[in-house]
């Protein structure tokens, strides 16, 4: 398939620089960044107004300083998309409606801060539940869509946070006879030590067959496994989620 992301100049890998600004503007930081890259920016007067400080006390590869760029645009509302040979600067609110870059299952997602879009058909279970799931772990402005004829899912997002869902993803997909999807909310330990800890349970034999994926935000677990298995899972949990 053709690359997504054919706005995308590639970088001169063996290139440094000095990274350090303090207190700049949008304007200041855009010309820095494409100075160094050699991309073409494109912003209007509508975009908001910021500050940035980026300390790096030794040179960094022009590729890391385009990500910190990226990180920047990104913890301030605003993303990059392409826009012919340009990349066009634009809040990330609304980001569904705007050409983001798709990935097909042949291109590897970048590991960026920039809203992208990637395609993900599901082969053992149900798009609308996993939807369900991914809900919990997506960004505040990133978007899930189900096609249901194809069992797709369309996940707009950034492309860091399109990688955690990828691997969240894999797992709820590996398949297994009779296996669900299970939200458990976990109340006095920490979600993550939790699957940790039943996760050794289940390779010391304990019955149960399952994979666990811990949702920090929510402190809550997500369960693939059939039902007699999550049960067991169930009452190991209220052994350990105690005050």
Sequence with gaps: STAPDIAYKPLNSGATVNFNLADVDLQQLVETIANYTGRRFIFGGKVRQIKATIVSPKPVSVWEAYQAFLSVLESNGMTVVPHGRYLKIIESVGIVSHPTPIYGTSTPVPYEDRFITRLYRLKHVDAGEVSTVLGKFKSKEGDITIYAPGNLLILTDTGTQIRRMLRIIEELDAGGAGEQIWMQPIHYVPAADLATK??????????????????????????VATESDYLRLLELIKRIDKP
Excluded at 198 to 223: C, F, Q
């Design 198 to 223: 039943l996760s050794e349970l289940l390779e010391n034999g304990k019955g149960a067959k399952a994979r666990i994926i811990a949702e920090d935000r929510n402190n809550t677990l997500v369960i």
